[in-house]
């Protein structure tokens, strides 16, 4: 296992915009050793050209100020600073990205719904940066169809006292690609909550990551995620605490189905040593529907100080429990529907906590149309 | 009328032999106590009849109005007419009460049930067991006590109104008050004389709640003495002891 081998803190310190300081990835490294190179369609080794698109259309709450800016604006890559190839990629060849900024104590009325559709036509670069001021409260939708080849980092600057909801549906169809990066900095008692849905696609891998600027920052991350056939999600999730009295939660959940279908879930939390008081948790747990299907699940805590309120992990990867599906049909429900039931309650208890009943309703809807398959 | 016919039924598990030739027939309107040492075979026998997958039947039938149960899988045992409630509910994660109540009225019933009514009857069973009503709401068994969790499986009886209903040590891990509230929901559910009970036992305690009309005492995986009520009262004056050493 090499991520004992070596101080976890180190493996998430190179970051850069320069393309040239990161090695294209062969597959035996650390942070690319679960990830199928060969059906990245070259976007970790420069042979995906820019030459599709990814159309990005924005309903914002009118309370969010949307601007499409290009490569030179000098708000863009101050939060997050590329930590792998494909990330400093799409650094170095998006063409407009798209800021969106909400005003110091403003409180959104609706939803923004950022939504990205790929064409299927080649490659495609992007960028997106929000802005949330101190104090000011908004929740943010971004919402991923069509067909892409599609690397992007998206960055969250949640101010002081300020709120982040975020929803990212990765709704792809069968062929799309898509590494991405999602990374919030968290401002003094800013708190920040993210809910990732990854169904569809042939390959996603998706990062959320935190840091906190100040002490106080709370980041609760959930995810759903509902693997079929052939299918390779990933979500490589990083919390670095590296101011005292924040918290962090990390619950990720998935169901995987059908031949060669593949969830890949890290979970890094780093508690540096000016970390004291720190409250995390992190859960990932699979539930392996069918043979064929494969879930890799490692978390990883590296606590660096002694004064810590509270840090745990766990991961849990297994069957249908055979007790909850005897329980369910001896009182006369039919197997598959006793199935469904555990399953929908499995992934349901995360979807509750979506706020927004819309999306709240898409994504059960969306399970259950997997649940259907 | 309804009859449960258990016929030199012989059950392993995992290539150990448990039940070794049970006979016994439950007919509507009766109920038959099941008392034994622990090890018994009783539980394994309650298991086995309801079809849990762990059990391997190796002899036998169990008949329901004549259909063989054994060639049913679970869930058609029980849209068949028979009930199994568990001594150790499991807690199913987000999966509700009302939801997993309505999935299996609707399961049971062949239709699912008109909500106004089945809301009234499930307002009605949670009252008469001093269920409080935030428990629809709830996770199936999950943070339930084991007095609330043997309730809800009287109250599943209710509900269901199976044909043949076998109660595997329902009274066990229940204090006085709770039993009592079990029993007065079992006696309801006898009530109609339309079901047959076969109640599974360690002690004698619950049957002076609910009255049998035989008992049978279960030892090394078979019946080893069968009468009416007074045995229940040897029982309890004079233990298992003797059918253990019998049997060893």
Redesign the interface.
């Known amino acids: 296992m090499g991520l004992n081998e070596k101080p976890l803190s180190t493996l998430h310190e190179k970051a850069s915009y320069d393309l040239a300081d990161f090695e294209v990835p062969a597959g035996r490294e650390e942070a690319w050793r679960f990830t199928p190179l060969s059906r990245l369609k070259g976007l970790h080794d420069g042979k995906a050209v820019a030459e599709g698109h990814v159309k990005v259309d924005v309903d914002a709450a009118p309370e969010v100020t949307v601007e499409t800016v290009g490569r030179d604006d000098p708000r863009l890559g101050k939060v997050y600073v590329p930590a792998d190839r494909v990330s400093a990629q799409a650094f170095n060849a998006f063409e407009k990205a798209t800021v969106l900024t909400v005003a110091r104590e403003a409180v959104t009325s609706k939803p923004t719904v950022v939504t990205l559709t790929g064409a299927g036509d080649g490659a495609a670069y992007g960028h997106l940066l929000v802005q949330v001021e101190p104090m000011a409260e908004a929740v943010i939708v971004l919402d991923h169809q069509g067909s892409a080849v599609y690397a992007d980092n998206v960055e969250f600057a949640v101010g002081d006292g300020a709120t982040l909801r975020v929803v990212s549906l990765q709704d792809w169809q069968d062929d799309a690609v898509h590494v991405s990066h999602h990374h919030a900095r968290l401002g003094r008692d800013a708190t920040f909550r993210s809910f990732v849905v990854t169904l569809g696609g042939d390959l996603v891998r998706l990062s959320p990551s935190v840091s906190y600027d100040g002490p106080g920052g709370d980041a609760d991350l959930t995810g759903v995620y509902f693997v079929d056939a052939g299918q390779h999600l990933e979500h490589r999730l990083l919390v670095d605490h590296s101011q005292p009295n924040c918290k962090s939660n990390v619950d990720y959940r998935g169901a995987l189905q059908g031949e060669d279908a593949h969830a890949v879930w890290i979970g890094d939390v780093i508690i540096r040593v000016a970390a004291e008081g720190t409250d995390t948790y992190e859960l990932n747990r699979n539930l392996i529907l069918t043979d064929g299907a494969r879930a890799d699940s490692v978390p990883n805590l590296e606590i660096l100080t002694g004064e810590v309120a509270g840090a745990g992990h766990a991961s849990t990867s297994g069957r249908l429990?055979?007790?909850?599906l005897?329980?369910?049909?001896?009182?006369?429900?039919?197997?598959d529907?006793?199935r469904r039931?555990?399953i929908?309650?499995?992934?349901?208890?995360l979807v509750e906590k979506i706020q927004i009943q819309e999306i709240r309703d898409r994504v059960m809807a969306a399970l259950e149309a997997e649940l259907a398959r | 009328m309804s009859t449960l016919e258990i016929r030199d039924l012989q059950v392993a598990v995992e290539d150990k032999e448990i039940l070794r030739g049970v006979n016994l027939t439950v007919k509507s309107g009766e109920t038959h106590a099941i008392m034994g040492p622990n090890g018994s075979g009783k539980s394994t026998l309650a298991y086995a009849i309801a079809g849990h997958p762990k059990y391997t039947i190796t002899g036998g039938q169990v008949l329901l109005d004549g259909v063989d149960l054994l060639e049913l899988s679970v869930d058609e045992r029980a849209r068949a007419g028979l009930f199994l409630a568990m001594q150790y509910p499991v807690e199913v994660p987000g999966v509700s009460v009302s939801n997993f109540l309505r999935s299996a009225v609707t399961s049971v019933r062949g239709e699912a049930p008109k909500l106004r009514q089945f809301a009234k009857d499930l307002k009605n069973g949670m009252d008469a067991l001093a269920i409080d009503g935030s428990f629809a709401q709830r996770n199936l068994n999950e943070g339930f006590s084991g007095g609330e969790k043997k309730r809800h499986e009287i109250l599943q009886l209710e509900l269901l109104k199976p044909k043949i209903a076998v109660l595997d040590e329902t009274d066990s891990g229940l204090d006085v008050d709770a039993l009592r509230v079990v029993s007065e929901g079992i006696n309801r559910f006898r009530e109609s004389g339309e079901t047959g009970v076969l109640l599974i036992t360690h002690y004698t305690r619950i049957l002076r709640y609910v009255k049998p009309d035989f008992v049978h005492v279960f030892a090394n995986g078979k019946i080893v003495e069968e009468g009416g009520p007074e045995l229940a009262d040897k029982l309890e004056s004079e233990g298992y002891e003797q059918y253990t050493k019998a049997s060893a």
């Open positions: 429990d055979d007790e909850h005897f329980y369910l049909q001896a009182r006369g429900i039919p197997y529907e006793a039931l555990v929908r309650g499995f992934l349901g208890q």
